[in-house]
């Protein structure tokens, strides 16, 4: 067994809590609930971006589902929701989605045309957009307006999963001055690290005499600001939530005092690990790239973070759209002693015929849930002989941690996240899946890639991500779900 490298966290990385100790109440965190609802997102001071042209950060990813809508949105289960459509049909075997717009305005007034949706929504799929999700809506054709209030989207194959991706923030239609979209907030005041949102006029509920006018306790201020003063700001009774925690800020929760009914962990879906980036000297071999996989005791690394946080040893969490289920990897099977042993020879022989010690570069984001990650890892590469080194993830290295949610249930998705260095097998049965014409062929396509993958072994399977949010409880309508998210404008019951 290896000792566990739990490290005793320098006094540093917790000065932004221990600075705040004197507010740490026990306790529910229970904010009257008068007032604006304030949210701290962990991250820079959020801002309204073109997702063109500057992918959008945690806190400007909820600012942009809180002013501008796309053709659909999640809820607070996570599940599909209208927005700009009112509703949508999806015909010809998944190759068409026909989706009829609802009244809206955009912040200046004016009415929102199926024309300026479609324009806007060809800016994210350009050839040179930045848009993260631009590389998974490939199957797009063309968008096309039918009449000022349809719009239809053109598939050159066909997709089922295609909601999902226009949930997404990053497809939220915003004007061309970036003041913001058709709601369902507009930014009233801005400060030096938040937004104040108050709700946006609704046409379509203007001529309702049952509405009332919203109040002070339907709007949000949104903070964008370090894990540390967020959890303090959250404990002191100060704020209502904190979003967007990660493994990495994980351990500073235990030096506060948080109440158990106001953590939540997500059920998120998606990819933890470590991609192999560097595919020169001992990584060059996949039985390598193996080894380095079998010497991580995944169950150690889970069970200093959250409790319930589960391991896992292969990529595809379950079958998903594959026509076959998950590859499990051959050492799976093996026990923990079997798998270091394993490891270890191979390490030995490649030292028998190279000079000059093993050094791996690991790339991990700051935070001191990075930091036991990499002790953990540290130890497990010493153990069969690697020297290990941590670096920045703007640093070159040969593994790079990947923490993504998933933004859709297909099994392409994490095969790809996972591929960010492939060999060429692999390569080709990712396209071959990609470029399928129906999705019995689709299916069997990602079936073969799941099995060149796990045979090519570009990437070191961990678990699944680690979301977390403090979440008071005057937020009734806050549901964990496998996306970890949770909009603005779906947190209290009488939210709009």
């Not at 190759?95 to 809206?104: D, H, P, T, W």
């Not at 239609?173 to 009233?188: K, S």
């Not at 190279?354 to 990499?374: C, D, M, S």
Request: net charge positive.
């Amino acid at each position: 067994m290896i000792a566990s490298p739990y490290p005793r966290l320098p006094a540093r990385l917790l000065n932004g809590v221990l600075i705040g100790a004197s507010l740490l109440l026990a306790g529910c965190n229970q904010r009257s609930d008068v007032g604006p609802v304030v949210v701290s997102a962990i991250g820079p001071v959020p801002a309204i971006v073109d997702p063109a042209r500057t992918p959008p950060n945690g806190p400007s990813r909820l600012l942009l589902d809180s002013v501008a809508q796309g053709l659909v949105r999640f809820d607070a289960a996570g599940q599909i929701a209208p927005a700009l459509a009112e509703r949508w049909i999806v015909i010809d075997d998944g190759m068409s989605y026909i989706f009829r717009l609802r009244e809206a305005e955009w912040s200046d007034g004016s009415r929102v045309t199926a024309g300026q949706v479609v324009e806007r929504l060809r800016r994210q799929l350009a050839p040179r957009s930045r848009n993260p999700l631009r590389p998974y809506l490939s199957a797009i054709d063309e968008i096309v307006e039918m009449t000022p209030q349809v719009i239809e989207v053109r598939l050159k194959r066909p997709r089922l999963d295609l909601l999902k991706l226009f949930a997404q923030p990053e497809l939220a239609v915003v004007d061309e001055r970036l003041r913001g979209g058709t709601g369902p907030f507009r930014t009233d005041s801005r400060r030096k690290i938040s937004v104040l949102l108050r709700p946006a006029f609704d046409p379509a509920r203007a001529g309702n005499d049952d509405v009332a006018a919203p109040g002070p306790e339907q709007s949000v201020q949104l903070i964008g600001e370090r894990a540390s003063r967020a959890i303090v700001r959250f404990v002191a009774r100060q704020s209502d939530m904190v979003s967007g925690g990660s493994f990495a800020d994980w351990p500073l929760i235990g030096t506060a005092d948080v109440a158990p009914a106001n953590l939540k962990i997500d059920p998120a879906a998606g990819l933890f690990g470590l991609a192999i980036v560097n595919r020169d000297g001992f990584l060059a071999d996949s039985d390598n790239r193996v080894a380095l996989s079998q010497a991580i005791d995944r169950d150690a690394v889970v069970a200093a973070y959250a409790p319930g946080w589960a391991a896992t040893s292969q990529i595809l969490p379950e079958q998903l759209d594959s026509a076959a289920p998950a590859v499990m990897p051959a050492w799976a099977s093996l026990t923990p002693e079997a798998r270091r042993n394993g490891a270890r020879a191979r390490v030995r022989r490649w030292k028998d015929t190279h000079e000059g010690p093993l050094v791996l570069r690991i790339a991990l984001p700051t935070g001191p849930g990075a930091t036991i990650l990499f002790g953990f890892i540290g130890a497990a590469f010493r153990s069969i002989g690697i020297e290990p080194r941590r670096v920045s993830l703007t640093e070159e290295a040969d593994l790079r941690l990947v923490d993504a949610v998933a933004p859709y249930d297909s099994a392409r998705w994490y095969l790809a996240a996972a591929c960010q260095l492939c060999g060429k097998a692999a390569q080709t049965a990712l396209i071959a899946a990609r470029d399928a014409n129906s999705l019995a062929e689709r299916a069997q396509n990602i079936a073969e890639a799941d099995i060149a993958v796990d045979q090519d072994a570009p990437f070191i399977v961990i678990a699944r991500p680690l979301r977390w949010s403090l979440v008071a409880l005057r937020l009734r309508q806050w549901q964990g779900n496998s996306r970890a998210w949770h909009p603005l404008s779906m947190l209290r019951e009488d939210s709009r």
